[in-house]
């Protein structure tokens, strides 16, 4: 799966789950529409921030889109890191 689309569908199941259209999820969280539909649609990562209000928007666990962002960054860059090291070294 890819990182962001994880994010994504967490964000798009919890909005479902709670009966909330885009349109309340983003005045909740204090953000546009259209980037709450980038969340849910896998084209942006959310900032701690927009991250943190939205968890308190849909009553997610305190660091649960934080948590899941920190793990896609830590993959990422693992992987960018063996990437470097193949075109460095072989392999």
């Keep these: ?22 349109e309340v999820l983003c005045s909740l969280a204090g953000c546009s529409r ?7 649609n896998g084209r ?17 666990k305190r660091g649960a889109l934080i948590g899941v962002i920190l793990a896609i960054r830590k993959k990422e860059l693992r992987l960018k890191k063996e990437a470097m090291h193949k075109a460095r070294y072989g392999g």
């Design 1 to 22: 799966m890819s990182t962001t689309r994880e994010i994504a569908i967490l964000i798009t199941n919890a909005r479902k789950m709670k009966k909330l259209k885009q």
């Design 44 to 60: 942006s990562l959310p900032s701690s921030v927009i991250a943190a209000r939205i968890e308190k928007a849909l009553g997610l």
């Design 34 to 40: 259209s980037y709450i539909s980038k969340l849910e």
